[in-house]
């Protein structure tokens, strides 16, 4: 069982930078791969990011190369997301997310937290 807590989210300017963190809850944290998604209002929760368990190997959707950036410390059982060059469109509610296999899917994500709001105005 994992819970995850998302924070740093809030109102920023187009161009500007956020830095989300998630915060897990027990001792395997680990063991599981951990991905970002992202929901806006009437659109599907789509993927962002995964980052492997060691941290070695990440992934993201085309939409966000470049700009957004996924790590995480075991030693903290924490992952982030560095958020730069922000856009209108990035505006969503974001999620991490916890799964066996590094998939971006969100359906193959076992745990979720509660979501963080990010609003990028114009």
């Known amino acids: 069982q994992v819970q995850l807590v998302e924070s740093g989210g809030g109102l920023v300017q187009a161009g500007g930078s956020l830095r989300l963190s998630c915060q897990a809850s027990?001792?395997?944290?680990?063991?599981?791969?951990m991905g970002w998604f992202r929901q806006a209002p009437g659109k599907d929760r789509e993927f962002v990011a995964h980052i492997s368990r060691g941290g070695g190997t990440t992934s993201y959707a085309d939409s966000v190369k470049g700009r957004l950036t996924i790590s995480r410390d075991n030693a903290k059982n924490t992952v982030y997301l560095q958020m730069n060059s922000l856009k209108p469109e990035d505006t969503a509610v974001y999620y991490c997310?916890?799964?066996?296999?590094?998939?971006?899917?969100?359906?193959?994500?076992?745990?979720w937290g509660q979501g963080t709001q990010v609003t990028v105005s114009s």
């Open positions: 997310a916890a799964s066996v296999g590094s998939y971006s899917s969100p359906e193959l994500y076992n745990y």
């Open positions: 027990g001792r395997t944290f680990s063991s599981y791969v």
